[in-house]
């Protein structure tokens, strides 16, 4: 499911007295209905009909499923190991071959057009809904309000309610039409609304772009949106690296030309030489010094923008490369116990009591959590890769039992 983080400059009234939040069977019901009201007066601002919003938001009530999903998301609750081995399949590998050579001629006019290798379209249909197979069934609007109406990222999905209201009233998408994932997501490459209403393209000229039966009109709409993030025409995602031996992890996360990684020991999985390339690049060890390295560069920040998680940006370069023959990774990731959200908000809270910052803890390892933990391994002698292992674990446990 994507998360497409666009800023917009939406007149959103300032709801956050207005949030419910989920008690123990439901969100209260007045503060959702008071929620969804102030919904509908900035909808109604920014120029969708009042027959529209009262059509679509009239009778509203929160899910409970979809609080229950966002909680828990893979891309925060897997391993590498487990993403990939989900994702990076023999049979999703097979099918997309098959659909890359099927639709070869349009794949073919979109790289012309937009500069997007077919490969990495066919990819990202992989990874977003198994290649059509399953787009999702649940109502838009009520997965969006019950968001919405969430204290955790209720302003961005407020804005996207609002978008989904605006495809309706525009014409461009059915009420009827208005189903797919729990978090809102439409059709074979899974859009938000704001997205769906931005960047969908018309490609087959029927009058309107229609993201679920002209595969036409998704693909090219995907092509538009990741060229408007940047998409750099020429370039991969990145590539599986080898680190020489007694290699300085200091270096991970640092951003640099990639022959300064060259001179630094660098090399290609099979020890060959990094291509000889003008392009700033930026290593990553996603799973400690256990597992694979990467040097990743601007096209991985642009996969980013569609969904900002790591491991989803890693499958759809690793799938895009296996669908034109690329071997499997050379080094493989570690078989490591995947962390609850729960054990990541403890691990937070034990690297603040220690005085490494890692933030208001969340539950999701992100940079300020990864800095952390790289600065309690360098003071306890651990390899400061910013991975939690077993060994960091055990340690962060007992030194915040002895403090």
């Not at 207005?18 to 109604?44: E, H, K, Y």
């Not at 499923?65 to 966002?70: G, M, P, T």
């Not at 009233?169 to 189903?179: H, I, K, M, Q, Y």
Request: hydrophobic share 40%; aromatic share 8%; charged share 25%.
């Amino acid at each position: 499911m994507p998360r497409h983080w666009i800023t917009r400059a939406a007149r959103l009234l300032p709801l956050a007295a207005l949030l419910a939040p989920l008690g123990a069977t439901a969100m209260a019901q007045d503060g959702f209905a008071r929620c969804l009201d102030a919904v509908r007066t900035a909808a109604l601002d920014q120029g969708v009909s009042t027959t529209t919003a009262d059509a679509l938001l009239e009778g509203v009530t929160p899910s409970e499923r979809v609080i229950e999903l966002d909680r828990r998301q893979p891309e925060f609750t897997s391993t590498l190991k487990g993403y990939l081995d989900g994702r990076v399949s023999a049979e999703r590998i097979r099918r997309g071959e098959a659909l890359l050579d099927e639709h070869r001629p349009l794949l073919q006019r979109i790289t012309r057009e937009y500069g997007v290798p077919g490969r990495y379209i066919v990819a990202f249909w992989g990874l977003e809904t198994n290649y059509g197979s399953y787009v999702g069934t649940m109502p838009t609007v009520r997965s969006l309000a019950t968001l919405a109406c969430d204290r955790r990222r209720g302003e961005f999905f407020r804005g996207e309610l609002i978008a989904a209201l605006q495809l309706v009233d525009r014409g461009t998408v059915s009420a009827e039409r208005l189903r797919g994932s729990w978090a809102g997501a439409l059709g074979n490459f899974q859009f938000l609304p704001s997205v769906y209403r931005d960047h969908a393209v018309d490609a087959d000229g029927d009058g309107r772009p229609d993201l679920w039966n002209s595969f036409e009109d998704a693909a090219v709409s995907a092509a538009a949106f990741l060229s408007a993030r940047g998409w750099q025409d020429g370039e991969r995602w990145g590539r599986e690296v080898r680190l020489p031996e007694g290699f300085d992890l200091t270096q991970i996360e640092a951003q640099r030309p990639l022959a300064e990684w060259a001179d630094a020991g660098l090399r290609r999985p099979d020890g060959g030489p990094l291509p000889v390339a003008d392009l700033q690049a930026r290593l990553l060890l996603p799973a400690g010094v256990r597992g694979p390295a990467f040097l990743v560069y601007a096209n991985f920040d642009v996969i980013m923008r569609w969904n900002p998680s790591r491991f989803y940006a890693l499958s759809v370069g690793l799938l895009a490369d296996r669908l034109i023959g690329a071997p499997p990774l050379a080094v493989a990731p570690p078989e490591d116990e995947p962390l609850s959200i729960a054990a990541v908000e403890a691990l937070q809270a034990q690297l603040n009591s220690l005085g490494h910052d890692a933030g208001t803890p969340d539950g999701r390892i992100g940079p300020m959590t990864r800095a952390a933990l790289r600065a309690f391994q360098r003071e306890t002698g651990l390899p400061a890769d910013g991975y939690p292992d077993a060994d960091t674990l055990a340690r962060l446990e007992a030194d915040t039992a002895n403090r």
